[in-house]
């Protein structure tokens, strides 16, 4: 059942703002440098039921007709050029692809996680529980996005996705700013020993757990993709603490609509920014 009303608990630093008529939400910090971005809802689409109304993937069996206009209403809402844009197959895993021009308009097999310093190139990637990882390197001016949900997040994309960015653009973990994107909360995410036996590979990886009084636990997955980055140096994390299951009024959720449901979209590209500035 969808949420009568959305819980007032996001950062001041990360705003639901209206671009045309499509609701988005951005960091602020982000936008000041020049990252053009946008963690989008289940609204201003043409989607009908269960897809209803901004559902950005194919995979799910929608009618391919709304799914290309809701791509078409996305990139306009960001001024972006959908055909400059790289898209993946994930797997869950915690491959990283280092992106560039020659990869505009590709769709990426096997891959969580992208980078790129290419201006005007699309990161691009759909979300229904799992949570969104947007780096920036604003001394280098490079972005990463990755999708993270338990089997990522323990499995260290994050840390990957850091790696990645020190190997391709030499960044320091230390300048990165980190932003959480929307995901299931602590709330709703109830899961089985296999998870608590990945999350023993971290130190104290026990504390993202919280017991339900069932004799189940429930993983924080905001708590471990943020500790995880915190281990890897990363020190400027923001997150949207606003859980998917509990808002879907707001976001698409496959814990609590399942089977069938839409995906929500995020999207990152670098504009000419200010190069050469350090994460405060």
Known sequence: MRANALRSAKPAHVRRVLAGHVPLYRSETL???????????????????????????????????????????????????PRRAVRVRMVHGTRVAVVGDHHAGRVLPATDGLTTATLHLTLAMTFADCQPILLYDPARHAVALAHAGWRGALGGIALALVRAMEVAWGTRPEHLIAVLGPAIGVCCYEVGEDVVRAAGRWPAGMRWFVPNGEGRVHLNLTAANADVLRWAGVRHVEALHLCTACHTDEFFSYRAEKPVTGRLGVLVALEPGQSGLTAG
């Open 31 to 81: 936008w000041r440098h020049g990252v053009r971005h946008a963690f989008f809802t289940r609204h201003g689409g043409v989607s009908a039921p269960p897809f209803d109304t901004l559902n950005l993937s194919l995979s799910v069996g929608d009618e391919e007709a709304a799914v290309a206009e809701n791509h078409r209403r996305a990139y306009r809402a960001l001024g972006l050029d």
